[in-house]
C-alpha cells in the first residue's frame, strides 16, 4: 500500500476542535484540501503526521497553542476613544476593524465592546491560547515526480 512522504501532494479532511470540544474549523463544507507535505501549507505538526500516512487512515493531532497562533495577550486588547474612529461610525461588538503599528504592519482588532466615550478592541487570534486538536483522514496521495 502506498504511503504519504515528504514532497507528495495530499488531499485531506479534517476537523478542527478546541480542548472543549467547539468545532472551529474543517473541510466538511467545502471538501478534501490539497497540500505538498512539506511546503509549509499547515501547521508542521500535520505534515509530520501525514508522512506515512496511507489512504483511508485517520490520525488526530494536537497542535499546541504555543504552536498555533500564540498565548493570549491581554496587551492586545486596547481601548479606542471615540473620536478616533471616523464619525458616522457604528461600532457594535464582533465588528471587525484594521489599524495600522508603529511598525507599519497592519493588525485586524475585533470590537469587544462599546462605551459611550471608547470602545475595546481586541487584536489576539480569535483562537489564540487554545489548543487545537485536528482529525485527519488521508483521502489521496499524489506522489512527488
Known sequence: MQTAKQGDTVLIDYTVRTTDGSVVGGTE??????LKIGGGEIFPE???ALDGMDVGSEQTVTVT?????GQRREDMVIQIPREQLPPDSQPQPGM???AQQQDGSTVNLTITAVEEQSITADGNHPL????LH???TLREIKPAA
Not at 463544507?29 to 490539497?34: L, R
Not at 497553542?65 to 497562533?69: E, G, L, R, S, V
Request: aromatic content about 8%.
Open 96 to 98: 471587525t476593524l484594521s
Open 29 to 34: 463544507e467545502n471538501g478534501p484540501q490539497e
Open 65 to 69: 497553542a504555543d504552536n498555533a497562533f
Open 46 to 48: 500535520i505534515e509530520t
Open 134 to 136: 485536528f482529525g485527519l
Open 128 to 131: 489564540a491560547g487554545q489548543d
